[in-house]
């Protein structure tokens, strides 16, 4: 098992380790047992993960001596709302959960999300632990405390910066994931490539293929890889007041093409397609040699992840989204652009006309 450490602004929140491993539930449970004491363990799932998975948790948890109760909810991106959040904290309170209870999120982003938003709240906040089972989870959504439930008017728009207490990543999950979730994480995977290694992006160049057949060496390579590099940006701008906004490469477009889809476009191929917009603004304006353009629409192209934006979506729906995106700043929007491959700076803000013909450039 690996070990990283989140070294985190004492005067903020408390630093944590992530631990990324294969198969490494036996080794977990016992240090949640030994480094994560509380009154009471309660692990929060959903439907899906609970079926495949929870049983097994549960089982190992209580092996170890913990008084541990779980709760489920369903499966989907339509269960990250405040109503849930309420139900949750309804039945921790008939658990006879409080103040000495530690909260368990096991599954995929929404569960993430959504346990460490009730937890920065329930009983004016608990501890909480992170154990990702998605890729993007484990890569992303679990490191660095970012919480939130969606509203009608978008995602993630209600939340709280809370870190957890530790994240604990293990690779089997990965086994029963379906290939759409596989492809979520990796348009992320290629996202770290593309905003800070160059190698690593190399690294993706030349073994899509093994990644694509799930190799184990090579997904623990990527995962820590990836789980380095976020930590370090999270270690320097917890609150997202700066440098954490690279981290959003290719997502500002990506939400706004999720949402101008009704989310049939997953997360992952709305960023997908976002990343190469992103690239082809950052050669317009003359920041991106067209040839690391290229490669980054190869590398995106050999993902099996999508190049071309449907005709339904119209280009004055998408630009009015963008209008609307969280992080403007009045009507300035932010766009992560690139200078090179491992290289991107936020941009001071990118005019509609600009990216109008990109968007029409990437039609099917
Ligand atoms: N997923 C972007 C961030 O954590 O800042």
Same mark, same amino acid.
């Given at each position: ?5 989140v070294?985190l602004d004492k005067k903020l929140s408390s630093s944590y ?110 501890? #909480? ?16 405390g ?15 910066f809370y870190q957890p ?69 999270v270690?320097?701008?917890e609150k ?8 959003? #490469? ?36 003359? #920041? ?77």
């Amino acid at each position: 098992m690996r070990s990283i450490k989140v070294n985190l602004d004492k005067k903020l929140s408390s630093s944590y380790e992530i631990c990324i491993g294969n198969a490494i539930l036996d080794r977990m449970v016992l240090l949640i047992a030994k480094n994560h004491k509380a009154g009471r363990h309660i692990v929060i799932t959903d439907s899906n993960v609970n079926k495949l998975h929870g049983p097994k948790l549960l089982a190992a948890l209580k092996d170890v001596g913990l008084n541990v109760d779980l709760i489920e909810f369903p499966a989907g991106e339509a269960s990250k709302n405040i109503n849930t959040a309420v139900d949750i904290a309804g039945k921790l309170l008939e658990l006879g959960a409080g103040r000495n209870s530690l909260l368990i999120a096991f599954g995929g982003g929404v569960v993430g999300d959504l346990t460490g938003f009730v937890a920065s709240m329930f009983m004016r906040s608990v501890p #909480y632990i992170q154990i990702p089972t998605t890729l993007l989870a484990q890569v992303d959504s679990s490191i660095g405390g970012k919480t939130a439930v969606d509203l009608p008017y978008g995602k993630n728009l209600l939340g709280t910066f809370y870190q957890p207490q530790a994240v604990f990543a293990d690779l089997s999950y990965l086994t029963t994931l379906p290939e759409n979730e596989f492809n979520n994480g990796l348009a992320e995977i290629i996202k770290y490539g593309i905003i800070d290694d160059a190698k690593m992006f190399r690294l993706l160049e030349d073994n899509m293929d093994q990644v694509k057949i799930k190799d184990p060496v090579l997904l623990l390579k990527l995962v820590e890889m990836c789980c380095r590099i976020k930590k370090s940006i999270v270690e320097i701008d917890e609150k997202e007041q700066g440098l954490r906004r690279i981290l959003n #490469y290719g997502h500002t477009l990506g939400h706004a093409l999720e949402a101008q889809s009704n989310f049939t476009l997953s997360h992952g191929e709305g960023v997908a397609l976002g990343m190469i917009a992103a690239a082809r603004i950052s050669e317009n304006s003359g #920041y991106l040699e067209s040839s690391s353009r290229e490669r980054i629409e190869k590398i995106i192209q050999k993902a099996g992840l999508p190049c071309r934006i449907n005709n339904n979506m119209a280009t004055e729906g998408i630009i009015s989204r963008l209008k609307m995106d969280k992080k403007k700043e009045g009507d300035i929007i932010h766009f992560v652009l690139l200078k090179k491959i491992g290289m991107p700076f936020v941009n001071g803000g990118i005019d509609g006309k600009i990216i109008t013909p990109v968007i029409e450039g990437m039609r099917e």
